[in-house]
């Protein structure tokens, strides 16, 4: 069974950082492109950062670009997202995806909250 | 950024009901069109993809069509566990955008 499971969502102020996790199980990580997407009732979903298989090519949304930084472990089977720099706007529920985006997004975490308030 | 527009917004409906949900692309995607399905408080699932491919696990009810700007998703027959919001996403080129969601209800 594929199962992906995020963490490392939280209260933090604005300015703050955050490092969210995806433990995944039950597919070969290593040989899937990964996404983080967020949702928030004001903008809906949106794909922020995604990495290859090997992590040879990166992708940032223009809202987040220079301040999160994707990376993953192969060998942990382990999808990170480094957010520095958290703004207001940049709270939402965060989702770890597998896939390319080419044949959709075939497997979905629970996700993680992060709140970015004072 | 391609703009993704699905309509309606929300519509009602019945068990055993055909729905038709539409998204429109602002430019030309040839066939670079998923379908999610999203119940409240649960992480959007995968549907269809490249338009017309049903994922494994979908129900036969569920069908996609269109190409270039204008796709539809088809629901045949709606079902109790079909009622949700449904989101459209291209996936022709970076970013790769969802539409606002189009929810059904009862």
């Known amino acids: 069974e594929v199962q992906l499971v995020e963490s490392g969502g939280a209260l933090v102020q604005p300015g703050g950082s955050l490092r969210l996790s995806c433990a995944t199980s039950?597919?070969?990580?290593?040989?899937?492109?990964m996404n983080w997407v967020r949702q928030s009732p004001e903008k809906g979903l949106e794909t922020v950062s995604a990495m290859t298989e090997r992590g040879g090519s990166t992708y940032y949304s223009d809202s987040v670009k220079g301040r999160f930084t994707i990376s993953r472990d192969n060998s942990k089977n382990t999808l990170f997202l480094q957010m520095n720099y958290l703004r207001v706007e940049d709270t939402a529920m965060y989702y770890c995806a597998k896939g390319h985006r080419t044949y959709g997004y075939s497997s979905w975490g629970q996700g993680t909250l992060v709140t970015v308030s004072s | 950024d391609i703009q993704m527009t699905q309509s309606p917004s929300s519509l009602s409906a019945s068990v055993g009901d055909r729905v038709t949900i539409t998204c429109r692309a602002s430019q030309s995607i040839t066939n670079s069109l998923n379908w999610y399905y999203q119940k409240p408080g649960k992480a959007p699932e995968l549907l269809i993809y490249a338009a017309s491919n049903l994922q494994s696990g979908v129900p036969s009810r569920f069908s996609g069509s269109g190409s270039g700007t204008d796709f539809t998703l088809t629901i045949s027959s709606l079902q109790a566990e079909d009622f949700a919001t449904y989101y459209c996403q291209q996936s022709d080129s970076n970013p790769p955008t969802f539409g606002g969601g189009t929810k059904v209800e009862i």
């Open positions: 039950g597919f070969p990580f290593s040989s899937y492109t």
